[in-house]
């Protein structure tokens, strides 16, 4: 599985308007109920099942990056958002520090294998340092999706 396989172009989101963490789950469920991923009549169940998720522990995991996700029955394919944020967010992350990356991953209810095979290849590039980095530097869609190709094909070292 690769970043490019759940990433939706057309849901990154490059200067987050929301400056909060309800606000940017809510922001990057718009994007892709607008990019045709997620039925609109199933966003506000979606972003209050993240909320309920982030509300039991902070997915905000450290080093200036987030990961909400859940699973629920209206995904019908796993698909994700990302949002950057220039000037960080509160997302009482573990360490305490702002996000400035957020991946919002949605998966199917019965596809839980394909759930943590996502969150590992997430997780696998966000724990990159040079990965995080230029995703926190990018400014366009097309800057952010040349870096999720650039690590599908390992380009980045830890």
């Known amino acids: 599985m690769k970043l490019t396989d759940i990433v939706l172009r057309d ?3 490059t200067d987050l308007e929301a400056d909060a963490r309800d606000g940017v789950i809510a922001e990057l469920v718009d994007a892709l109920v607008a990019g045709g991923a997620v039925d609109a009549a199933s966003a506000p169940a ?3 099942k993240v909320l309920d998720r982030e509300n039991k522990g902070s997915t905000g995991f450290g080093k ?3 990961v909400p996700h859940v699973k629920h029955d209206s ?3 796993m698909i994700a958002a990302v949002g950057l944020s220039k000037s960080g967010l509160d997302f ?3 360490d305490g520090q702002p996000v400035y990356s957020v991946f919002l991953l949605l998966s199917p209810a ?3 294998e394909e759930h943590l095979q996502a969150m590992e290849v997430i997780f696998k590039n966000l724990s990159k340092e040079t990965f995080r980095h230029f995703l926190r530097q ?3 869609v097309e800057h952010v999706t040349t870096l999720l190709d650039e ?3 390992q380009q980045f070292a830890g």
Do not use: H, N, Y
Request: aromatic share 0%.
């Open 110 to 112: 019965d596809k839980p």
């Open 92 to 94: 009482k992350a573990l």
């Open 75 to 77: 995904v019908e394919k």
């Open 46 to 48: 979606l972003v209050a």
């Open 64 to 66: 200036g990056v987030a």
């Open 151 to 153: 690590a599908d094909s």
């Open 138 to 140: 990018a400014e366009t």
């Open 11 to 13: 849901a990154i989101v």
